[in-house]
């Protein structure tokens, strides 16, 4: 054979051999985010005291990183642009099932009060974050002008979520039905905080050739947010059965990732405010929607953690010195955000245990610092590794003191 052809021969199959190791490494992924999200696997890592840790995402974190690797070759950096468009969809995807925990109808037969123990327990952590990573970050050196103000309202808005309550909380009765309410309702803020700073910090330079200021950017994002819910209530309407459903959603939130992707919008908070117009719209078989929505909630953000793991690198300090300053910032303004809204409000229970609820970071955070980076809201490209690293040891090192915490407080076996 010459030695030509026998070059080709083994090029090629390297290449077969690289794109069958891909594909087995994905559909394994996805394989495993499905059983994590098994309510029988939850309960089992509850009681082997693994739910601190797995709650977070981080063995999928690490995952994505061991993918990475050379050696492993299954999400070269190659690979991951090419999966840009779904990663997208699950920032969408995301964004969506946020969006449609919106119900005017459901928020007004919430609990009295429930709006202020909102106010109160997430202005008191952003304020805490703002006072306390200001001057790290300006240590840092690597934020000026308006980079500055971008990432310090980024990072508020990440401490600003809790993780939404689950049966490991062990606490009953209204009171643990209103401190769920409060965790639900406080996401949307986050995401809120996001969608204003994509508007009103947009870098000049996103690839759009369209130029507007920053108002006419808002009623564009305003615009196709609601455009894209009256779609997908049109279509949904006319579904009968639960497949139709399915396929309909997945199209509308891939259709609107890639219109918000195209307008260099964000991508979560655009889906966000889809989601959030078709909560409030009378579609029918309303409970089933909401089901499907977060049974591929669960799945979808377990493999998103894996691609943001591939590209995560926790060796550099500066994102550890910001993640504990963000910890500590935002365990102290719970503590206080907890404290002021038991004292206000009627039909939380005492202090230390709105705390302890409160205390872990809720998994859009992790979502929002993602999402900022793809808008390019860093100065440099290492700030955004730096705060995505600082996000998600926050995150960790938060469920982790939780874990202790409610166990002392409450007697609760997370």
């Not at 797995?54 to 299954?74: K, M, Q, R, W, Y």
């Not at 050739?209 to 009623?219: A, D, R, V, Y």
Request: net charge positive; charged share 15%; with cysteine.
């Amino acid at each position: 054979m010459p030695p030509r052809i026998e070059r080709f021969d083994t090029l090629a199959a390297m290449a077969h051999g690289s794109v069958a190791r891909i594909v087995l490494g994905l559909v394994a992924t996805l394989a495993l985010a499905i059983l994590a999200n098994q309510p029988r696997v939850r309960r089992m890592s509850a009681r082997l005291g693994m739910h601190a840790v797995s709650s977070t995402g981080l063995p999928f974190v690490i995952l994505g990183a061991v993918f990475h690797l050379e050696a492993v070759g299954i999400l070269t950096p190659t690979v991951l642009g090419h999966l840009r468009p779904a990663f997208e969809f699950g920032l969408g995807w995301i964004g969506f099932a946020v969006g449609m925990q919106f119900d005017l109808r459901r928020i007004e037969r919430l609990p009295k009060g429930i709006a202020s123990a909102v106010a109160i327990e997430v202005i008191a952590p952003m304020l805490a974050v703002a006072v306390a990573a200001g001057p790290v970050l300006l240590a840092l050196r690597v934020f000026p002008g308006e980079g500055f103000f971008r990432n310090l309202i980024v990072l508020c808005a990440c401490a600003a979520a809790s993780a939404p309550l689950d049966k490991s909380f062990a606490l009953t009765g209204p009171a643990a039905k209103f401190l769920r309410d409060v965790t639900k309702q406080d996401e949307v803020v986050s995401l809120a905080l996001l969608g204003i700073v994509a508007v009103f910090f947009r870098p000049p330079n996103v690839g759009v050739h369209w130029h507007l200021p920053p108002s006419g950017w808002l009623l564009v994002a305003l615009g196709v947010g609601a455009l894209l819910g009256i779609v997908a209530f049109v279509l949904l309407r006319g579904a009968r059965k639960a497949s139709e459903r399915i396929a309909l959603l997945l199209g509308g939130v891939a259709f609107a990732s890639g219109m918000a992707g195209a307008l260099a919008l964000s991508v979560p908070v655009t889906c966000a405010m889809a989601g959030a117009l078709l909560a409030n719209l009378p579609v029918p078989d309303d409970q089933g929607l909401r089901k499907i929505i977060l049974d591929f909630e669960g799945p979808l953000y377990l493999v998103f953690l894996v691609v943001v793991g591939a590209s995560w690198d926790p060796r550099p300090w500066q994102g550890w010195a910001i993640g504990v300053t963000l910890m500590v910032a935002r365990a102290y303004g719970k503590a206080l955000g907890g404290r002021l809204a038991a004292r206000t409000v009627r039909g939380l229970p005492r202090e230390e245990v709105v705390f302890s609820a409160l205390l872990p970071q809720s998994p859009v955070s992790v979502v929002i610092i993602v999402a900022a980076g793809m808008l390019d809201l860093g100065t440099d490209t290492p700030v955004t590794g730096w705060l995505v690293n600082a996000v998600i040891v926050s995150g960790v090192m938060s469920e982790l003191v939780a874990f202790f915490v409610r166990r002392r407080v409450i007697g609760a076996t997370t």
